[in-house]
């Protein structure tokens, strides 16, 4: 599919991920419209853009009724939070955007008659009682618990992009996304790496939450959008994991951070938030079988790049 994609819509498309999915399509030479509202995200991120007449970046929020003139052949909808702190701040907009906002982009490829691909999370997985998580799992989450509204928007999202799949014929595919982290990241996140890169490089303590034995698998950025665009220049309904199968604690996540950041700020263990995953490995043997993917960046190197971006944003702030 990917000759015969010439015009692609993002939504979420100034946020950490969806900027350099932009990026990247534009590199490719596909024109791109980003649609964003910049709740959680910022239009610095797509500044080095703007001067390609291939893109255009549209305010707007996806819960209302939206428009994009001319033609797509590709709807990516990443238009969400995604850490803790956001979606624990703004709760119902988290759900609306995974509900109505949904429906609204799935409309919007099926008016462009334009393949539909909506960026999921290893969140559906709860706190997994299989490990690794395969596609075929179905997940362990609390419906009305803390980090509900997050997974259950997602959940939520996954089963309206299946209802148009296999109601309506729609050409869709999800991908479920697993940890990714890069350049981009907002300093105050809120989540593992971005936090644990803030308190190296500022000199403060890198607060871990529990013990730190709890796993993560982390992805960079790059990776993550070629598995991305893997699945969407395909014609696979998903889901997908798109992840690192490399998994670590986050008490060693947050060690070698402070390595590679050349810090001697102490470590402080804190209270870990509420139900927070124990766990946290995709299996991706499907995407390797359908696409021949696999993340190629080791995680000192991503780690390396992400420290060395995060202290020059650090600088000029």
Same mark, same amino acid.
């Given at each position: 599919? /990917?000759?015969?994609?010439?015009? *692609?819509?993002? !939504?979420?498309?100034?946020?950490?991920?969806?900027? %350099?999915?932009?990026?990247?399509?534009?590199?490719?030479?596909?024109?791109?419209?980003?649609?964003?509202?910049?709740?959680?995200?910022?239009?610095? $991120?797509?500044?080095?853009?703007?001067?390609?007449?291939?893109?255009?970046?549209?305010?707007?929020?996806?819960?209302?009724?939206?428009?994009?003139?001319?033609?797509?052949?590709?709807?990516? %909808?990443?238009?969400?939070?995604?850490?803790?702190?956001?979606?624990?701040?703004?709760?119902?907009? !988290?759900? $609306?955007?995974?509900? +109505? #906002? !949904?429906?609204?982009?799935?409309?919007?490829?099926?008016?462009?008659?334009?393949?539909?691909?909506?960026?999921? !999370?290893?969140?559906?997985?709860?706190?997994?009682?299989? %490990?690794?998580?395969?596609?075929?799992?179905?997940?362990?989450?609390?419906?009305?618990?803390?980090?509900?509204?997050?997974?259950?928007?997602?959940?939520? *999202?996954? *089963?309206?992009?299946?209802?148009? %799949? $296999?109601?309506?014929g729609a050409d869709t595919g999800?991908?479920?996304?697993? $940890?990714?982290?890069?350049?981009?990241?907002?300093?105050?996140?809120?989540?593992?790496?971005?936090?644990?890169?803030?308190?190296?490089? /500022?000199?403060?303590?890198?607060?871990?939450?529990?013990?730190?034995?709890?796993?993560?698998?982390?992805?960079?950025v790059d990776d993550t959008v070629? #598995? +991305?665009?893997?699945?969407?220049?395909s014609d696979h309904p998903g889901?997908?994991? +798109?992840?690192?199968?490399?998994?670590?604690?986050?008490?060693?996540?947050?060690?070698?951070?402070?390595?590679?950041?050349?810090?001697?700020?102490?470590?402080?263990?804190?209270?870990?938030?509420?139900?927070?995953?124990?766990?946290?490995?995709?299996?991706?043997?499907? *995407? #390797?079988?359908?696409?021949?993917?696999?993340?190629?960046?080791?995680?000192?190197?991503?780690?390396?790049?992400? +420290?060395?971006?995060?202290?020059?944003?650090?600088?000029?702030?």
């Amino acid at each position: 599919m /990917t000759g015969s994609v010439r015009r *692609a819509v993002v !939504t979420g498309g100034a946020g950490f991920l969806g900027s %350099h999915l932009c990026e990247r399509l534009v590199g490719q030479g596909i024109s791109v419209v980003c649609l964003d509202n910049f709740l959680t995200s910022s239009p610095r $991120n797509v500044a080095h853009l703007l001067d390609n007449p291939g893109f255009r970046c549209v305010e707007c929020d996806l819960t209302d009724a939206v428009h994009v003139p001319g033609e797509a052949d590709l709807v990516l %909808h990443l238009a969400s939070a995604a850490s803790p702190i956001d979606y624990l701040r703004l709760p119902v907009e !988290t759900l $609306n955007v995974g509900s +109505i #906002g !949904t429906l609204h982009a799935l409309e919007l490829a099926a008016e462009k008659d334009a393949r539909f691909v909506l960026a999921s !999370t290893s969140e559906v997985y709860g706190d997994p009682r299989e %490990h690794p998580q395969r596609e075929s799992y179905w997940g362990n989450v609390n419906p009305v618990g803390p980090r509900s509204v997050y997974d259950e928007a997602k959940r939520y *999202a996954e *089963a309206l992009t299946a209802a148009f %799949h $296999n109601s309506r014929g729609a050409d869709t595919g999800i991908v479920r996304i697993f $940890n990714s982290y890069g350049p981009r990241m907002r300093p105050a996140d809120g989540r593992a790496i971005p936090t644990f890169i803030r308190q190296a490089l /500022t000199g403060e303590p890198l607060t871990v939450a529990g013990d730190g034995t709890q796993t993560r698998s982390v992805c960079y950025v790059d990776d993550t959008v070629s #598995g +991305i665009l893997a699945a969407a220049f395909s014609d696979h309904p998903g889901p997908v994991n +798109i992840g690192s199968p490399s998994e670590l604690s986050v008490r060693d996540l947050a060690f070698t951070i402070r390595e590679l950041s050349g810090s001697d700020a102490p470590v402080r263990f804190v209270d870990p938030p509420p139900e927070d995953p124990r766990v946290r490995r995709p299996d991706i043997t499907l *995407a #390797g079988e359908l696409f021949g993917w696999r993340p190629m960046v080791p995680v000192q190197e991503g780690l390396a790049r992400t +420290i060395a971006w995060f202290a020059d944003e650090l600088v000029s702030r």
